[in-house]
């Protein structure tokens, strides 16, 4: 079945790049999506990539997908105290329902 | 802006009560979802709705249902509330047949006692 994954726990000095890793299992073509979680809030929308793309830059962040190895990753540039949180992937598997499947989450603490 | 507002932040209730969590978004977006999130495990979907009346169960639906009478609300209903039931429950929304990401409500934080 569909899984994905993440490491659980990052930790980097502010001013460093981050990079939180994922890996899903779908093979078809979809989309990935990367939340933040702020502590006691809902998931915002960071970003998102289809399948059919190599990366996605916005600002501070750029997503990079592996196709061959099904493997994602957000790089975080010039990591802020602010960008502390809860990081997790997420994979489309049915473009019909919407219906997601999520990682575990990466918390990112960030050291001032 | 996506609005998706869940009635409580915070709630309390006891072992063996019903418990209604209420979720409301303003985009009249046709799929609606509720998941829990608990630490280590991310989100896991409960159920979910891509209409009036309609419901799906997710990946863990046993001891709740939902209720879909209104487009723009999608409640989840705990029949009679146990303790591993206490997590936090998030609530999204998204339009139908498109790529377009969920968008989620701040989370009701469920405490059952």
């Known amino acids: 079945g569909e899984d994905v994954e993440q490491s659980l726990f990052l930790s980097v000095r502010e001013g460093d790049s981050s990079v939180i890793n994922c890996t899903y299992t779908?093979?078809?073509?979809?989309?990935l999506y990367w939340y933040k979680q702020e502590p006691g809030a809902g998931l915002q929308l960071l970003t998102y990539?289809?399948?059919?793309?190599d990366m996605k830059q916005d600002q501070r962040l750029t997503v990079l997908l592996n196709k061959k190895d099904k493997h994602l990753s957000l790089r975080i540039a010039d990591t802020q105290t602010g960008d502390s949180a809860i990081y997790f992937c997420a994979e489309l598997i049915s473009s019909n329902t919407g219906k997601l499947i999520f990682g575990q989450g990466t918390t990112l603490q960030v050291k001032p | 802006d996506v609005k998706v507002t869940q009635s409580s932040r915070y709630l309390v209730k006891r072992t063996g009560e019903k418990v209604f969590l209420e979720c409301v978004q303003d985009m009249d977006h046709e799929n609606m979802f509720w998941y829990r999130q608990d630490p280590g495990l991310g989100l896991r979907l409960i159920y979910f709705?891509?209409?009036?009346?309609?419901?799906e169960k997710g990946d863990i639906p046993e001891g709740y249902s939902v209720s879909r009478e209104k487009k723009e609300r999608f409640s989840l209903i705990l029949e009679s509330a146990s303790t591993n039931q206490t997590s936090m429950y998030l609530c999204?929304?998204?339009?139908?047949?498109?790529?377009?990401?969920?968008?989620f409500g701040d989370g009701t934080r469920l405490s059952i006692l």
């Open positions: 999204a929304s998204k339009p139908r047949d498109s790529n377009q990401p969920q968008h």
């Open positions: 990539i289809f399948s059919n793309m």
């Open positions: 779908d093979s078809s073509s979809t989309y």
């Open positions: 709705s891509y209409d009036v009346k309609m419901k």
